[in-house]
Structures are given as structure tokens and as C-alpha cells.
């Protein structure tokens, strides 16, 4: 049959299901010998454990099969190592897709190096709706995975990884991983991360040293709890971040080298605060090839003993940020060889040098000395900044809104409203008469900033 009929409150659904594609549902949590039970079919009962019907989607023809996992907590007990997932851990090397009941329902977990492992020949894999734990990493991928709506954690590995260890090309959606030994997340390929938190695992929350990473709508907080490193550590290849909170973590909250580091629409928070760290928000380690951009972004309460944005060697390009209330003693360090290029931004500490070159094009604000701020297109100012403190205004990120009488409001650089034609929150720019500096644009009467002046009438 290759169209599925359901009923779904009364209305016929039909779903185009691939010509010889079959579920195999799992019908007992033990994993016994699979040689000695059955081949899953749905009429037999108890013929069906996990590792069955994982090794049976591999050999029926046609596919791509789907594994359903119903409810349940499956220890997979066979011990030892194989390719082919007849014992330890499951081995996938064709397209499968994975199902289980829900995050937190079907729980899956295995002494053994990893949970499951797809291999290079597994193109187009999805893994959803489950609870992965106990081994050493959650998954390791080779292959093109992408997984939803799962949990990895208590992943036992402090050297390779904790939750993924990616080799290939990994899509995250939806997926909580915490509360492993060692990284988050260790990447050697090609991984997106979106709508997913990374936190309190014992090393950094990512850990990156070849390929791309791209991270939207995310949380990495609470990172490196043993290892003082940072909530995000990228070698050698490329990282953006985008609409996402970096928050509270040991190190750095992104420490980078010899790449290219985009950051937009984001906070990046508490980092940094234990001993000895150089950027308590961003860290650029020593290459005349870094290159980072960071845009309509928020840093504050970082540490960082040179500053919070240090970046040592290369460019950077600072537009439309707010650098307010860190503990880190400058806003921004950058030693000698670093081209710096500020507009539009909030600051409230003093800039370090030298810099190979250090160009404001104005729109700044702040309580800022030293660097190449210039009077007459940027605005020092002694008060008050009248920032709303960090919390929730709209938007997937907390921010630090102009109230009414700030000095950021409507402080245009030259040459009027740049782009991005949104601020932090996805809030249109300008409002009001001009566009305003740092991270976030008052809306006005109606900018949910002013529910704290109305709280305060309570
Ligand atoms: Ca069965
Ligand atoms: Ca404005």
C-alpha cells in the first residue's frame, strides 16, 4: 500500500507514504538476543525489540523504513562492538527514520560508546521524540542526520564529546542537550543548531575545530562546569550565531581562532567570570585572519580580565551593539593588529588599545575613553545611560531597552538609519524621529520596556 489513511477528528488524512516503506514497531524494552525472536510484524507480539527492529529496517528492501518507539525505557544490555548493531550500541548505515513517543517517553540507553552511531552511508536520517542517555556520546554521525524533539544526557565522555559528535552533516531542531561530562557538542563537519538548548554540560557547550556552525533561536548557557572553558569553542572553522543567548557559562562565552564569527540578534551574558579569562563575552585568540562581525547584540554582566569583546588580530566590525554593565574592565580590547570599526553602539566602559587602526563611524553613546572615538559624530555622556536592565521586551532574546530620556534614543549616526531595518528584538528602525544606538529601538508608548515603569505603580 503506498498511501496511508488516518482519521484525524473526523476528516480523512491521506499521507503519501514512499512505495515499500514499513514501520517496524518495537513491542518488548528488553534487548535479547536478536536471533532469537521474531522479525516484527505487527501481529506477533513480543517479536519486535529495538535493536530488531533497527538491524530489519536495514534489510527489507525499498524503504526508507521508519522505527517506532513506543512509551517505554530500553536498555540495550548486549555487550560489545560491531558495525551492524548486533551488539552494544545501534548502527545505522541507510536511510531510517527513528521515532520515538516523545522527549522524555521512550528512553533509550546503553553502556557502550554511543547510543547510535550513523555511519558515512546514511543519507537523509532523522532521530526524533526520545530520550538518548548513559553512554559515552549520545550520537555520533558520519553521515546526514537530523534529529528533533530528543534529550542527550548524562553522556559519561570527557575527551571526544558528551551529547553529538558529528563527523558529517547534522540539522538540530528542538533538542536539549545537557547535563553531559565532557562537551555538548563536538563538531568536525557541517552542524545547525536551531531552536535548541546546549547547557550545563562539564566542557564547553560546543566545541568546533573544522567545518561551519550555525546557531539560531538557541540557548548555550551554563557551559564547561569542570573544565573553565568556554560556552562555545570554535577552531579553524566558521561560526554565526543568530537570535540566540549565550549565557552564563564558565570561559568565554565564544572563544574562536582563525575564523570567520557573525554574531546578530543576540545576548551574550554572565560569561567569563572565572579567573584568568581574557574575553569574558568574546575571546579571539592571536590570527591575523580572524574576522568578526557583531550586529544589533547585547553583552552584559561578562567578565574578562582584557575586556568583553577581546579580539587579538584581525578585524572587527561592531554595529548597533550594547556593551553595558559588564564586570570585564574594557568594552573592547583589542591588542595590536586588530582593525576595529564601531557604529551605533552603546557603551559604558573605557575601550583598550592599541589597535592597527580604530574607526568610528559615529552613532555611539556612552561613557567611553580612549580608541578612536570622535566628539563630533559620537556622544559621551556622564549620567545615566537609562537602560532597562536585561530581561524579556520582546523578540526570542533578553535585552536592555532605552527607556524614555535615554541619550541612545534617537542618536543617529551620520548619514541617517542603516541596516539592518530591525533592531535585536525584530522591532522595527527607526522609530521615532531617528534611529537609536546600540542593540534595541524604543517602539514608543507602546514598547513593552514600559511595563516596568508600570510594575513600579503596582
Ligand atoms: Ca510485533
Ligand atoms: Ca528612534
Redesign the pocket.
Known sequence: MNNLSIVLSGLIVVLAVPAGAETFTVDRIDDPDPASIGACDDAIALDCSLRKAVMISHIVPAGPHTVFVPEGIYRLTLEGSDNVGEFGGLDISTQVFLRGAGDGLSVVSVNDFSVIDVFETAVGVEISDMTLRDAAVGIRNSGELRTDRLTLTNHNSRIISGGLFNMGTLEVFDTNIFGNAGWGVRNDGTLRITDSVVAENGGAGIRSVAGGVLIVNSTIASNSQTDLGPGIDVQESSLTIVGSLVADNQGSGVRHSSSTLTITDSTVSGNGLAPGVRGGGVRSLSSSSNSVEIVNSTFTGNGGQDGVIDVDGGTLRVDRVTIVGNIGLNSISSPLGTNVEIRGSVLDTICSGPAASFVSLGGNVGRFIGCGFDLAIDSAVIGSLGLAPLGQYGGTTPTMPPLPGSPA??F?PPGG?PPPGTDQRGLP????????AGAV??QGSGDPANRIFADSFE
Open positions: 534614543i534617537d543617529d538609519c528602525r527607526s522609530a521615532g524621529p531617528a534611529c537609536d529601538e524604543y
